[in-house]
């Protein structure tokens, strides 16, 4: 099954009175997805080597992409791990499946 949409999770940090961060609810932003890619061998293998396991990749608006670091598609949530700009429109996002914290289930 594949989605016309997915969601963006932008983490925000607070700084308290002893400017330690704190976490606060995180901004979700809708976007509509333009192509849903598959992840080339040679890039999982690359990217394997360095500890990442790529297993999506979305074709974004350039527009809509305001660095976000997390993405939840198809009740999925995933890492971004890394952009490529495919034309001055269009972005690709390579992201990899986001593992539970054991606790946090």
């Not at 499946?97 to 606790?103: A, D, L, S």
Request: charged share 25%; aromatic share 8%.
């Amino acid at each position: 099954m594949r989605d016309v949409s997915c969601k963006l999770i932008k983490q925000n940090y607070i700084q308290n009175e002893i400017g330690s961060p704190i976490l606060q609810e995180p901004t979700i932003t809708e976007i509509p997805i333009i192509k849903v890619e598959d992840v080339y061998a040679n890039e999982y293998y690359e990217a394997n080597q360095t500890g990442y396991q790529p297993t999506l990749r979305l074709r974004i608006s350039t527009l809509n992409y305001n660095n976000e670091q997390e993405l939840e598609y198809i009740g999925i949530d995933y890492t971004v791990i890394r952009t490529q700009e495919v034309t001055t429109d269009e972005l690709i996002l390579v992201c990899e499946r986001k593992i539970k914290n054991v606790k946090g289930n």
